[in-house]
């Protein structure tokens, strides 16, 4: 059981580039979603999905986009890649309703800096 | 939105040390977790904790949803338990598990 799958674990970008970080989870989770975290800043949402062919957009969207064809995985696209989206990216994923006890599971992370 | 409020910011603890974590948060929520970030970047899940009291070894946790805060217990701190914690909660949309806020984190720093 693998849990939540990032890749890669660290990115150097150039100005306008783009490029996708991958997030996969074995663990048939209905519900994954993307951070980034920032100095001081906590970690914060940019997009989220509650299910195969439904995403939403978080606190901070802006630059970013998703899509999610399968329960499996969800992929962040980063468009034109600018220096403010240097920063750790965190994908995580949660069951649905029902469980009486659960809580989300974290990837280890993409450290991504764009120069 | 909701606000989440972690203090103290900054934490150092002699090894061996108890410390409280506390974690304060603006409306009713449906969810609450406490993390770990290890030194090496990783979240941790440690407690989810909408209500009530857990433990786990020598972490416990306790939830007063009704006066909207949250307490992480560390005892016999170990230079292990050095990281940053968060506290994050979570709105329910549609019935099912919505998004984790989360606070800024506790950084604590256990010196041997």
Known sequence: NAGVTQTPKFQVLKTGQSMTLQCAQDMNHEYMSWYRQDPGMG?????????????????????????RSTTEDFPLRLLSAAPSQTSVYFCASTSGQGRLDYGYTFGSGTRLTVV | GIQVEQSPPDLILQE??????????????????????NPWGQLINLFYIPS??????????????????????ISSSQTTDSGVYFCAVALFYGGSQGNLIFGKGTKLSVKP
């Open chain 2, 16 to 37: 061996g040390a108890n410390s409280t974590l506390r974690c304060n948060f603006s409306d009713s929520v449906n969810n609450l977790q406490w993390f770990h970030q």
């Open chain 2, 52 to 73: 009530g009291t857990k433990q786990n070894g020598r972490l416990s946790a306790t939830t007063v949803a009704t006066e909207r805060y949250s307490l992480l217990y």
């Open chain 1, 43 to 67: 970690l914060r949402l940019i997009h989220y999905s509650v299910g195969a062919g439904i995403t939403d957009q978080g606190e901070v969207p802006n630059g970013y986009n998703v899509s």
